[in-house]
């Protein structure tokens, strides 16, 4: 049970942690599934909801990256090409193989993608997915029927995972919290504790309560993506910015523009990136573009350009071009990629760095989902080393993640049984995570989504036992935050 209550209570009982992770999205709830599960008194803060930010905003698959392949990272693919194959194992009930078509139209694509996708194959080794085949044109507009068949010579059809993010997220909480860490939302952290100029905990603010609490730990940890840089402030005002960050968008329309269950990977676009049409929760998401950007917001917004970049390149590809009434959701993630002098965002690789302060404090930035597993091994050794802390060898590559032995979660439904579990095992607390993270409405469907958020926002409140004026400040607040959602 995820009780925010009892949390809370543990919390102010332990005089002292061994490891407090700032950041409850990938990295900071892998962290600390590794951190509790080698036996460590584990606590983690999260300014907002889990999977908030980046973390619930991805293009929804657990790959290797064909486009690091294209760049020569080599090490990179081979790693998440891995950890791709253990996530399948660990979460089998939200991750799970899916097909892509990569069409041909040019004479040379066949042989020069097959090659690099038969490279990717051998790459994956025991933990590969199927092998890629090449398929001629009649069998390949049989899988994808709305595939434009002008011009189309066959194609090539590889295997990569996908997943439902914010659902693994929860369930990643949940497994931190089976190995009896404690795991907050809605608690940022408002400053560093320091002894002789050493981090020695954090004082952190209840939202939901507004009470504050000092917390002492041995060492912490920075986890907190696209926000990285000003908690590195927090520590050290001096500090100069580590991350470039990177805006991505997709858009999200309805299944008769991808009929059949096969995805699409268009391997190159007018700006060098790849493109996906993926079938997810009976929708297809396309994605995604590359826009640097200067702020950290919580809610970016998809800019115009992106916007129509998108339509523009899905259209050469599609029988159908889809239009911007077409769109049933736009969203917008930030990615938070480690700097390199000269480089633009869509050329910086997707590795992570760790590095420790003068403080003690230890932040991991970069990276991507399919590794977050590695990622949190390696600061959790990290961390162990700067503490002092004995530890044994991580166990997470074996470790099964929570609610496999649950019926899968449906992510549109939104009956009163649904949200009292939500908020009773999930850490559910305002509408927003309801409507966006514990169902996934808001990314489906945003207008039906803020249709739903009165009776939703009603629901709530009668299982938390708040009042109208509750309700009514939860409704306002979806509301604004759904229509950056809808293409007007």
């Not at 460590?40 to 690091?68: C, M, P």
């Not at 020569?72 to 791709?84: C, F, Q, T």
Request: with cysteine.
């Amino acid at each position: 049970m995820m009780d925010r209550a009892i949390m809370i209570q543990e919390m102010q009982a332990q005089p002292q942690w061994d490891v407090c992770i700032i950041g409850g999205g990938a990295t900071g709830l892998g962290a600390a599934v590794d951190a509790a599960a080698r036996g460590l008194r584990t606590i983690l803060f999260e300014q907002y909801d889990f999977a908030k930010g980046t973390s619930s905003r991805s293009t929804k698959l657990v790959h290797g990256g064909v486009r690091y392949l294209q760049q020569g990272n080599i090490r990179l693919v081979m790693e998440a090409l891995k950890e791709r194959g253990l996530l399948l194992r660990n979460a089998p009930h939200l991750v799970h193989n899916q097909k892509f078509v990569v069409p041909n139209y040019k004479w040379w694509e066949g042989p020069f993608y097959g090659i690099g996708l038969k490279m990717y194959d051998w790459m994956a080794g025991r933990l590969g997915l199927g092998p890629s085949v090449f398929l001629s044109r009649e069998k390949t507009l049989e899988l994808t029927p709305t595939l434009d068949p002008e011009g189309l010579r066959g194609s090539v059809v590889y295997h990569d995972g996908q997943f439902d993010d914010a659902r693994l997220a929860i369930s990643l909480a949940q497994t931190a919290r089976q190995q009896q860490a404690v795991i907050l939302n809605y608690c940022p952290v408002i400053s560093l504790l320091k002894t002789k100029e050493k981090v020695t905990g954090v004082a952190v603010r209840d939202a939901i309560t507004g009470n504050t609490y000092e917390v002492n730990s041995r060492v912490v940890i920075n986890a907190t993506g696209v926000f990285s840089d000003a908690l590195l402030r927090l520590d050290n005002p001096q500090h100069e910015n580590q991350l470039a960050l990177s805006q991505g968008i997709h858009l999200v329309v309805d299944r008769e523009f991808l009929a059949g269950d096969t995805a699409i990977m268009i391997p190159r676009t007018d700006d060098g990136r790849v493109l996906f049409a993926v079938p997810w929760h009976n929708k297809v998401v396309l994605g995604t573009t590359d826009t640097p950007v200067t702020e950290a917001l919580p809610e970016p917004i998809a800019q115009p350009a992106e916007i129509d970049f998108i339509l523009t390149h899905i259209g050469r590809y599609l029988t159908r071009d889809p239009q911007r009434s077409d769109v049933r959701s736009v969203f917008a993630g930030l990615r938070p990629l480690v700097k390199a002098k000269g480089k633009t965002t869509s050329a910086l690789s997707r590795d992570h760095l760790i590095s420790t302060a003068n403080s003690g404090l230890i932040s991991i930035i970069g990276g991507k989902w399919t590794t977050y597993r590695h990622m949190a091994e390696q600061v959790i050794d990290t961390a162990a080393r700067e503490a002092g802390l004995t530890v044994a060898p991580s166990p997470t590559r074996t470790l099964q993640l929570a609610g496999q032995n649950e019926p899968p979660p449906d992510v549109l439904a939104l009956d009163d049984r649904t949200i009292e579990k939500s908020i009773r095992t999930e850490a559910c607390l305002t509408v927003e995570d309801m409507l966006a993270r514990r169902s996934r409405m808001l990314l489906l469907d945003a207008r039906k989504a803020m249709a739903e958020a009165p009776r939703v926002a009603a629901s709530m409140a009668r299982i938390l036992h708040y009042d109208s004026e509750w309700e009514q400040k939860q409704v306002n607040a979806f509301t604004q935050t759904a229509q950056q959602y809808i293409l007007n």
